[in-house]
């Protein structure tokens, strides 16, 4: 799998972000992109709190408001973490950047010598609590907030012509699935899913393997259950997961294996990360393959069509009648 990250529409690909930090140390940070479980708020805090120099439980990650960041683009494309996380970086480094000036003419050094690590500011003379720094600077007039706004580089796309550059970058991934059929019933089961995935350099392995195994599991329901059917007035009677098959816990494979890619991006992307959230879906494929090896085989390799999604139903009528 090969899976192009960026939005097709240009002016998609921008994002802003908003950083406060307040006197008691503590952060608050807000972006565009929305946050519906992907972890996006997860990563976002993760960043900020990284620049900083700060825990995680300092930093507040608040509900997407156009009344602080007006004229976001959709969270799609599997482009949130690329987009607000990279706003909110820049955001961050911003404030840092005020304080160290601020730091390093107190201790008479550059700013350069001055970090932000485990709650403190440190150069080479002397060790700050952040929050001390942060206090000691509001007195004296040095602002602990600001902006930060990102836009996709390298990327433009003419239609007429069909040339450009659609995409920043690519995650890629594979799956090798093993399944089996019931050649009476046409029933299926995923046995087992090795993938491996390439995810750049991971900002939360936790979440990203999650989403692997999310989008890969919804990829299987796309191919083998859910099946659209139209009423003869053509209506769409599957309209909803009450009326038709999704996926659930129990269609997992007990033998699940994720492997994250270990390689950055080589494109200057936040942490030197890549997008996973739909991609991993379309690996799913390897499942709908092995279903259709195992109808093959069932026929000893006599011509056979297995549609998708590849229902009991259909993978029954591809088996054909009984020998015999």
């Known amino acids: 799998m090969k899976f192009g990250i960026s939005f097709t529409a240009t002016l998609f690909n921008q994002a802003g972000a908003l950083v406060h930090?307040?006197?008691?140390?503590?952060?608050?940070?807000?972006?565009?992109?929305?946050?519906?479980?992907?972890?996006?708020?997860?990563?976002?805090?993760?960043?900020?709190?990284?620049?900083?120099?700060?825990?995680?439980?300092?930093?507040?990650?608040?509900?997407?408001?156009?009344?602080?960041?007006?004229?976001?683009?959709?969270?799609?494309?599997?482009?949130?973490?690329?987009?607000?996380a990279r706003a909110a970086q820049y955001a961050a480094r911003k404030v840092r950047s005020n304080l160290a000036q601020f730091v390093a003419g107190l201790d008479g050094c550059g700013a350069g010598a001055v970090s932000f690590a485990d709650g403190e500011v440190s150069t080479p003379s002397t060790t700050r609590a952040f929050a001390d720094v942060v206090k000691q600077a509001h007195a004296n007039r040095i602002q602990l907030w600001s902006d930060g706004f990102y836009r996709?580089?390298?990327?433009?796309?003419?239609?007429?012509?069909?040339?450009?550059?659609?995409?920043?970058?690519?995650?890629?991934?594979?799956?090798?699935?093993?399944?089996?059929?019931?050649?009476?019933?046409?029933?299926?089961?995923v046995l087992k899913v090795d993938i491996p995935h390439d995810v750049g350099r991971s900002i939360n392995p936790a979440i990203d393997i999650g989403q692997i195994e999310g989008g890969f599991v919804q990829g299987v329901g796309w191919l083998t259950t859910e099946q659209l059917v139209w009423s003869g007035n053509g209506q769409l009677s599957t309209h909803a997961p009450s009326t038709y098959k999704i996926p659930t816990a129990g269609d997992v494979p007990e033998h699940f294996k994720v492997a994250l890619w270990p390689e950055p991006n080589r494109e200057d992307t936040v942490f030197g990360s890549k997008a996973v959230g739909e991609p991993p879906l379309m690996l799913a494929i390897s499942v709908w393959e092995a279903i259709r090896d195992a109808v093959a085989a069932a026929r000893n390799g006599k011509a056979m069509r297995l549609d998708a999604p590849a229902t009991a139903e259909n993978v029954l009528r591809a088996v054909g009648p009984p020998r015999g």
């Not at 300092?58 to 156009?66: E, F, I, M, N, R």
């Open 152 to 189: 996709t580089p390298k990327i433009h796309y003419d239609k007429t012509t069909l040339t450009g550059r659609s995409f920043f970058h690519f995650a890629y991934g594979a799956a090798c699935s093993e399944v089996a059929i019931d050649t009476l019933t046409g029933e299926s089961r």
């Open 21 to 84: 930090v307040y006197t008691d140390g503590s952060v608050q940070v807000n972006r565009g992109g929305t946050e519906m479980g992907q972890g996006l708020n997860t990563k976002v805090v993760q960043i900020v709190a990284d620049e900083l120099g700060v825990a995680l439980g300092q930093v507040l990650a608040t509900a997407s408001d156009t009344s602080k960041i007006p004229n976001a683009s959709a969270t799609a494309a599997s482009a949130g973490t690329d987009l607000n």
